[in-house]
T-cell receptor
Framework: DTAVSQTPKYLVTQMGNDKSIKCEQN?????MYWYKQDSKKFLKIMFS???????INETVPNRFSPKSPDKAHLNLHINSLELGDSAVYFC????????????FGQGTRLTVV | GESVGLHLPTLSVQEGDNSIINCAYS??????FIWYKQESGKGPQFIID?????DKRQGQRVTVLLNKTVKHLSLQIAATQPGDSAVYFC????????????FGKGTSLLVTP
């Protein structure tokens, strides 16, 4: 069973479109995250949710909006996609009170053309 | 696949040799450090962690050393195998980060037979 799963794995779309990436974790963790990995492999936190509440919102354009319908899901919606949004997006989860090791999904490679 | 012009530091070792990957961190308030391994096309995978009240921790074939005086972290891999080829990231959790990982730049390890 996949612990943290993201869909889709690949996403190619045109500039100006709106798209969503879904994430689900079956580990029972209370905290979920979205990270962005650029073409130089640099990984940076975008958002963090703890028990469905936003606790971190880094300097990310407001075209990016996370949505957490329940503790096991954290989706990422992106409006008006731009070329610079092309990257690999990783969802992760952790159980903060029992140790901070984070488990990552396989990533979604977003290409904006 | 890899991007042209990728500027990750690269360490090339022969199979069976020991590898040492180094990392400098910036936040003296960080109290938890983790090494992650990322294989091509996959998400980061936990290897080993260490808390700031320790200076050494050993796992299976891996050892992490922490030098808080100079804010330096290293990962030692004993008897390196071809399956160890990947990009390795150190990460810190600053005390005010809301549990999100602050990743270092990454080092590409290439193991040759």
């Amino acid at each position: 069973d996949t612990a943290v799963s993201q869909t889709p794995k690949y996403l190619v779309t045109q500039m100006g479109n709106d798209k969503s990436i879904k994430c689900e974790q079956n580990l029972g963790h209370d905290t979920m995250y979205w990270y962005k990995q650029d073409s130089k492999k640099f990984l940076k936190i975008m958002f963090s949710y703890n028990n469905k509440e936003l606790i971190i919102n880094e300097t990310v354009p407001n075209r990016f909006s996370p949505k957490s319908p329940d503790k096991a899901h954290l989706n990422l919606h992106i409006n008006s996609l731009e070329l610079g949004d092309s990257a690999v997006y990783f969802c992760a989860s952790s159980q903060v009170l029992q140790g901070e090791e984070a488990f990552f999904g396989q990533g979604t490679r977003l290409t904006v053309v | 696949g890899e991007s042209v012009g990728l500027h990750l530091p690269t360490l090339s070792v022969q199979e069976g040799d020991n590898s040492i990957i180094n990392c400098a961190y910036s936040n003296s308030a960080s109290d938890y450090f983790i090494w992650y391994k990322q294989e091509s096309g996959k998400g980061p995978q936990f290897i080993i962690d260490i808390r700031s009240n320790m200076d050494k921790r050993q796992g299976q074939r891996v050892t992490v050393l922490l030098n808080k005086t100079v804010k330096h972290l290293s990962l030692q891999i004993a008897a390196t195998q071809p399956g160890d080829s990947a990009v390795y990231f150190c990460a810190e959790i600053p005390s005010n980060s809301g549990y999100a990982l602050n990743f270092g730049k990454g080092t590409s390890l290439l193991v040759t037979p």
